[in-house]
């Protein structure tokens, strides 16, 4: 039995020996081939990324470099160019042409795909960074037509909001911002307009304006997003430019139109900043006097500190004035 059971076993071994050497030996001969498959499959991988990634390359550079209404004439041109009517040529120049127009046909159809993508792209973009109207303000009445308009930024200007960690955010108010609003309401059309969303902007206003001086309140979404900044657009208030005063601590930097800027000092918190009041008798006077166009009012006041640089202007102004009227009165003497 157990010489049975080993030939038996030994059977099974030869069987056994004999289909693994069986399936030893496809496995030799498959190896090679299965190896130059994966080098192949690993070089047309290679390839195809290597292209994708050019793809992209080229991509985002037009994108940088090139307005779409350029790449679109551009793309037009080319196609243009291929589909040009060959008459009296030769059979080998009509081949080539032929072969170069069935090379722009394929790039004319990725051109326009991303031509079309782009364009979505940027129109989408164009919704979230452009103003939300191109009327930011209603209608001035007619009785009003000749009135200035003070627009206001919100944080470092008249408030300053500041995070900690034992009570989080507190909002505080610049020192004078009272009475900078009471006595140039009388003279202006106040308006805030601020980067801030909406829902941090007008509770803000509310609590600091209860007697009303701020006529309107402007928020993030009636800024421009440009180069990572929310820039303010003047020609987008509804307002005759030359009549607008655009006041910040940054207003120079946000403005789009920085000739009616004027940049203040930033406020963070210091105690005795007289800013605000220290600017009321230059508006005051800009409110009286209504100059043709004040950007050209800002323009001479370029490089200096307004309050003290108007204060000196003042005093001059008015030692003119006093000469110029001992000089009447002695003119009126010696006619007399």
Known sequence: MLASMSSANSATASSSAGAAAAAGGEEVAAGPTGKKDHV????????FYLVGVA????????????????????VSSVKASASKAYDDVTLTERMRRTL???????????????????RSIEDQVRGFSAPSTSKLLPDL??????????VLDLNETIVYSDWKRDRGWSTFKRPGVDAFLEQLAQYYEIVIYSDQLSFYVDPIVERLDPKGCIRY???RDATQYINGKHMRDISK??????????IGGHAAETA?????????????????????LDHIPFLEYVARNRPADIRAVLASYQGHDIPSEFRLRHKEYQKRMQERKQQNRFLEGINQ
């Not at 940088?64 to 679109?72: I, L, N």
């Not at 009445?141 to 003070?150: F, M, V």
């Not at 789009?256 to 605000?276: F, H, R, S, Y």
Request: charged letters at 25%.
């Open 40 to 47: 192949v499959r690993r070089v047309l991988k290679g390839g």
């Open 55 to 74: 793809a992209v390359g080229v991509s985002a550079y037009v994108t940088y470099a090139y307005p779409v209404d350029d790449v679109e004439k551009y």
């Open 100 to 118: 170069y127009s069935t090379s722009v046909s394929g790039f004319a159809k990725v051109a326009d795909f991303y031509v079309d993508v782009r």
């Open 141 to 150: 009445a007619p009785q009003e037509k000749h009135i200035y308009t003070l």
């Open 217 to 219: 309140r402007l928020s």
């Open 237 to 246: 208030l509804n307002r005759d430019p030359s009549r607008v005063i655009y």
């Open 256 to 276: 789009l139109q920085p000739e009616n800027a004027l940049t203040i000092k930033p406020w963070k918190l210091e105690a005795e900043d007289t800013t605000l």
